[in-house]
């Protein structure tokens, strides 16, 4: 386990007509203090002035649309990539010029990369080999006493493992360290509960199998970090759910910190201690899941947060705390008084997600009276989309959602009245895109 610092983190890839392609590879130095690089004008910019600090056995979820840089900087932790500028902190190390495989972290990619020709049981094994040679390697380096084989012994040892090989693995010579590797696959095979699963090879298993066996692989290394990249996107809607509650419930047991990229938001509410939402190579907000949902910092946040988006109204703010729109006017309670002075006058975005919507009985001043467009009957809820244009529904009308109750059936083209549930209502500046609270500055 350990805590994860990401300090003013720096990412470009050069402009292939870019002449000085070599200038904007360059990696900070790790002593130094880093600000923003000069490199990162002269390519594409990837990753801007990320700043994260990731708790000691905490569930951080990273979450964007696809090409935010969430994947690149996962892959910038793991080693996989090179930093343009900024410090990477793994526990007390700064890790920025360390390779991978000394970083002592564990990763489960999207495609699951198992090896085709290699059983269950090596699949999960194959890193321990490799991890547990090197730590032997990097003890004598050290100077540490260690108590070597007899060349007789060891060349013994090699001869009774190739010819034990072909044999069930019961009846196959193990050597201590073979010993020590199969408890730990076993006990990893045992968490995962694919124990009967470990003589069979990948293409005879199916996609929540082979996932499960990519994650024993990274737990049987009993690493310092988790680094998973979208590892359910290619699973089916249930067997996603299912994975996702086995993940949450592992990374509990376990205890070791986890930074999981996804762009789903229901994986992303669902997992995580926190969310980092991260638009355009930056981080928009970093908050635990109820936190972003109810109080998003921006407009980006509000309706990426949210299946189906937060609608978003344009109104203009006049005589105090009065929302006008040509359909409606809303009146916010006095908490707004204060935060509200400064925006005398001005166009705002009032954003309102469809369940705080209600079917209202009554035509009044803060009521929409709407005509419904669309109906989406769902079985366990009810979605309609409408518009609020006086003139009708046209090519550019720009519609809204609201969610009700499915008991309440109503049909396209029937005219009903929504009342707004106060306490539950966003705003946000139009320019800059930046919610408005009434009890905190953003």
């Not at 009810?382 to 090519?395: S, V």
Request: hydrophobic content about 40%.
């Amino acid at each position: 386990m350990a805590k994860v610092t990401l300090e003013n983190i720096y990412k470009s890839f050069p402009n292939r007509n870019n002449s000085e392609r070599a200038a904007t590879q360059s990696i900070a130095k790790p002593t130094e203090k880093t600000s923003k690089p000069k490199q990162a004008n002269r390519g594409i910019s990837v990753l801007k002035a990320i700043n994260l600090e990731i708790q000691d056995g905490e569930f951080m979820v990273l979450v964007g649309p696809s090409g935010c840089g969430k994947s690149t900087l996962l892959r910038a932790i793991a080693g996989l990539e090179e930093l343009t500028g900024g410090n990477i902190w793994v526990g007390d190390r700064l890790v920025n010029n360390l390779p991978p495989k000394e970083r002592d972290i564990a990763m489960v990619f999207q495609n699951y990369a198992l090896y085709p020709h290699l059983n269950v049981y090596d699949n999960i094994a194959f890193g321990l080999r490799r991890t547990i040679a090197t730590e032997d390697k990097e003890d004598r380096s050290k100077g540490v006493k260690t108590k070597p084989l007899p060349k007789i012994v060891e060349l013994l040892e090699n001869l009774l493992r190739a010819m034990t090989r072909s044999l069930p693995r019961k009846m196959r010579y193990l050597s201590k360290k073979e010993r020590e590797i199969e408890l730990r696959v076993r006990e990893a095979a045992k968490l995962l509960q694919i124990e009967t699963l470990l003589e069979r090879y990948p293409k005879e298993l199916s996609g929540g199998q082979k996932q499960r066996v990519a994650l024993g692989r990274a737990i049987a290394r009993n690493p310092r970090l988790f680094l998973m990249d979208e590892p359910l996107s290619n699973l089916d809607a249930k067997l996603r759910a299912e994975t996702r509650s086995q993940i949450v419930k592992l990374q509990r047991h376990l205890e070791t910190t986890t930074i999981y990229v996804t762009h789903d938001r229901v994986e992303a509410m669902t997992m995580g201690d926190r969310i980092a939402v991260m638009n355009q190579g930056q981080i928009q907000q970093i908050a635990p899941p109820l936190e972003i949902y109810d109080r998003p910092a921006n407009i980006f946040v509000a309706q990426f947060m949210g299946s189906p988006a937060m609608n978003l109204i344009p109104v203009r703010l006049e005589r105090g705390i009065n929302l006008i729109h040509p359909q409606f006017r809303l009146t916010v309670s006095h908490d707004w008084n204060e935060t509200l002075k400064s925006y005398q006058g001005q166009s705002l975005l009032l954003g309102i997600r469809p369940e705080h919507f209600e079917i209202d009985s009554l035509k009044k001043e803060d009521n929409l009276v709407i005509k419904v467009e669309q109906v989406e009957a769902l079985g366990n809820e009810t979605y309609i989309a409408f518009n609020l244009d006086k003139n009708g529904p046209n090519r550019d009308a720009k519609y809204f959602q609201a969610k009700i109750s499915p008991d309440r059936l109503v049909q396209p083209g029937e005219e009903i009245c929504l009342s707004i549930v106060q306490d539950k209502i966003h705003l946000f500046e139009v320019e800059t895109g930046r919610a408005i609270s009434p009890d905190r500055a953003i």
